[in-house]
């Protein structure tokens, strides 16, 4: 089997998970992206403009190759998060897409993707791991102490959507370091230790539900679907973009157009590793390889946390021939991540399907990262649950 290492060779703690280890609001970035920040910062006004690609047209393109010789992880970050906001506001942000996108936008974007290894438009790390930071920086990173850094166009309902992900993100960070001391335990074949682990990912799972379940406290169904959602879509299985997105100026496309999966909170990596460290498993059909795909708009260390995870986990091989009280408490923790799935397939009835019938389009037929949301939802979620042992 695979070694799996410690959280922290992967970038991810027990208290921060997959959140960036900086806080946005603590980072700097260089004087030649001050009019790429002030436009950032402005974004919604500049929505609001209804003419929002003539003011990111004229904004400068700054030396990415300079910028990337010499900036930290951080900035890198930090700058993805900036740009993929304004691409986003660029291509959805009047009434009709384009289908190119400028070079003073698709090569910084590019060069930055490039550097971290994703895809060139908004990925969940920028929208939500990236993009958080703290009111307190002496308090905990709960809900009544985050805010959202970059905006569309701001506001609670939005604000609220992205920060409950950051909530959840931060709690979920206990699970992952269960995770890796449940593999060793498993290997050494502790069935107590098993046991108090699994109880402990027990009561750990309990507080990411509750925190999913605070989403309509603050977002509105309407205002996500008429307010957030649009702006967060790719170009892949999109009618309003059929043929993809050109990315002028980026020699590697040589000017043919681009097709990308949209954010999504599919691109989390919290339900991913608790399926590589329960041992659950998915049928191999279209849907299965749209999970699959997903995998790589998510950073590079998440992905080998990931993978190192499912190569190593021999979970469930072990409660299959343990005690009742151990497999008792594997079952509760693969119950609580079917739940996890049955609220975001609540969720997307709710916040999408019931939407649509004000017939306003906004590509109801699928989801942000264009597939069939709902038919994927269920299937996964009836699949994580049917594998109890």
């Known amino acids: 089997m695979t070694a799996l290492k410690d959280l922290g060779h992967y970038g991810l703690s027990g208290e921060r998970g997959y959140l960036s280890d900086f806080e946005i609001d603590e980072i ?17 006004a500049l929505l609001t403009s209804g003419r929002v690609r003539r003011w990111l047209e004229a904004l400068p393109q700054p030396d990415m190759a300079a910028f990337l010789n010499e900036a930290s992880n951080a900035e890198i970050r930090v700058a993805m998060v900036r740009y993929s906001f304004l691409v986003q506001a660029y291509v959805w942000g009047e009434h009709h897409a384009p289908t190119v996108l400028p070079a003073n936008l698709a090569v910084p974007i590019d060069a930055l993707a490039n550097a971290l290894g994703q895809a060139p438009l908004l990925p969940y790390s920028g929208y939500v791991l990236d993009n958080w930071y703290r009111l307190d920086k002496a308090g905990d990173i709960a809900l009544d102490n985050i805010a959202m850094r970059q905006n569309f166009f701001g506001g609670v309902d939005e604000n609220w959507f992205v920060l409950v992900h ?115 498993t998915h049928e191999n059909d279209p849907l299965r390889e749209y999970l699959d795909e997903l995998h790589a708009y998510r950073p ?77 939802l269920k299937k996964h979620r009836d699949e994580n649950r049917a594998q109890r042992v």
């Not at 700097?28 to 919604?44: C, G, K, R």
């Not at 205002?223 to 980026?250: C, D, F, M, T």
Request: proline fraction near 5%; aromatic fraction near 10%; charge should be negative.
């Open 166 to 280: 950051v909530a959840i993100e931060a709690e979920a960070g206990r699970a992952l370091e269960l995770g890796v001391d449940l593999v060793r335990a498993s290997d050494d074949g502790d069935a107590d230790q098993v046991e108090k682990l699994l109880q402990t990912m027990d009561t750990v799972w309990r507080r990411i539900n509750r925190h999913f379940d605070r989403m309509p406290e603050r977002c509105d169904p309407y205002i996500y679907y008429q307010r957030v959602r649009p702006y967060i879509h790719g170009w892949k299985n999109n009618p309003a973009i059929s043929e993809g997105l050109i990315y002028e100026g980026v020699e590697r496309y040589g000017g043919k157009p681009q097709a990308f999966r949209g954010q999504t909170g599919s691109q989390s990596s919290i339900v991913p590793a608790m399926d590589a460290l329960f041992n659950v």
């Open 28 to 44: 700097v970035l260089p004087a030649a992206f001050d009019p790429i920040v002030a436009a950032a910062d402005d974004l919604s």
């Open 300 to 376: 590079v260390p998440h992905r080998r946390f990931i993978e190192d995870l499912g190569a190593a986990s021999g979970l469930r091989a072990f409660a299959k021939e343990a005690n009742t009280a151990v497999k008792d408490a594997f079952n509760i923790c693969v119950e609580h991540v079917a739940r996890f799935r049955t609220r975001h397939l609540e969720y997307a009835a709710s916040y999408i399907n019931k939407q649509a019938q004000s017939g306003t389009g906004n590509a109801t037929d699928v989801g942000t990262g264009g597939t069939p949301f709902m038919k994927y």
